[in-house]
C-alpha cells in the first residue's frame, strides 16, 4: 500500500513530462497548413489575369482642335477660316470701308478748291460796273464749273436774252426780269445741290445698315458653330471659341465701317449747308446787284 503511494506521484510527474514533450509536435502540426494556404491563396490572384487598364476616353473635340489650331486667331487668320457666307459679308464691309475714305479725301479737296474758287469769284463779282460785266465774268474759264459763277451767268444771261427778244427790262417791267433772274438761279441752285450731296446717300446707307450687315454675318457664324459643337458633342473652350471669335469679327467689321460712315455724312452734311448758306447769301447780293444795275438803266 505504501509502494502504491510512492509510485503515484511518480506517475504523474512523468505524465506531465510527456505532455510537455509531446505538446511542440502539436503546435508544429498545426501550423503546418498555414503555408499551404499562403501557397493557395498567392496562387489565386496569378491564376486570374489582372484586368487590363481601362483606356481613357478619347475627347471629341481634339480633332476639331487640332483643326482650329491650324489658323491663328489673327483678322486675317480668322478670316482665312470663317464660313463663306460670313467671308463675302465681311469683303462687302471692307469695301465699304474702303469707298467712304476715298469718298472723304474727294469730297474734302472738292470742298477745298470749291470755297478757294468762290473767294476769288466773290472778288470779281464786286468789282462788276454792269450786268454785262457779271455775265463776262461768271462766263469766263477761270471760274467754270463754280455754282456761285454759274448763278451770275445765269442771271444776267436771262436779262440780256430779254432785252434781246425786245422786252422792257426797267422801269415798271423790273420786278418781271427780276422774276425771270430769280428763277435762272434756282435752276442752278437744283443743279449745286445735288453736286454737293453726291455720296452722301452711299455715306448714309454704310453708316445705317453696316452694323446691321455684320451682324448678320455674327449670326450666321455663331449658328454654325452652335451646329458644330452638336456634331462633335463636346463644349471645349478651344473648340467653341474660335468660330465665335470668327463670327463676332464680322460685327467688328461692321462697325469699322459704320462709324467713321457717320462721322463723315455729319461732317459734309455741316459743309453742304454751310455752302448752302453761302449761296442763298450770294443770289440776295446777285438780285440787289442786278436791280441796280436795271434801275441805272445799265
Known sequence: MLDIKRKTPLIALVGAMALMASAPAFAQDAAAPAPAAAESAAATPAATPAPAPAEEPVDAGVEATEKMKSHSLTPV??????????????????????????????????????????????????????????????????????????????????VELSRQAGLAVSGEHRDSTIGRATYAINAVQASLAKRLSGGMVF????????????????????????????????????????????????????????????????????????YGTRSEGFVAELLNAISRQLDKGA
Open 203 to 274: 455715306l448714309a446707307s454704310v453708316g445705317s445698315a453696316g452694323p446691321f450687315i455684320g451682324l448678320f454675318g455674327t449670326v450666321y457664324g455663331i449658328m454654325t458653330s452652335f451646329i458644330g459643337i452638336a456634331n462633335t458633342n463636346t463644349t471645349n473652350l478651344a473648340v467653341v471659341a474660335p468660330g465665335i471669335a470668327e463670327a463676332l469679327l464680322a460685327t467688328g467689321i461692321g462697325l469699322f465701317a459704320a462709324i467713321p460712315a457717320v462721322i463723315f455724312y455729319n461732317f459734309f452734311q455741316t459743309r453742304i449747308s454751310g
Open 77 to 158: 487668320g480668322m478670316f482665312l477660316s470663317a464660313q463663306a457666307v460670313v467671308k463675302v459679308v465681311m469683303i462687302g464691309l471692307i469695301l465699304a470701308s474702303v469707298f467712304s475714305w476715298v469718298l472723304l479725301i474727294t469730297k474734302l479737296f472738292e470742298f477745298g478748291a470749291l470755297n478757294k474758287q468762290s473767294d476769288k469769284f466773290l472778288e470779281a463779282f464786286r468789282g462788276a460796273r454792269s450786268i454785262a460785266d457779271i455775265l463776262r465774268i461768271g462766263s469766263s474759264e477761270e471760274f467754270e464749273g463754280n455754282p456761285l459763277a454759274d448763278m451770275a451767268a445765269a442771271a444776267s444771261q436771262e
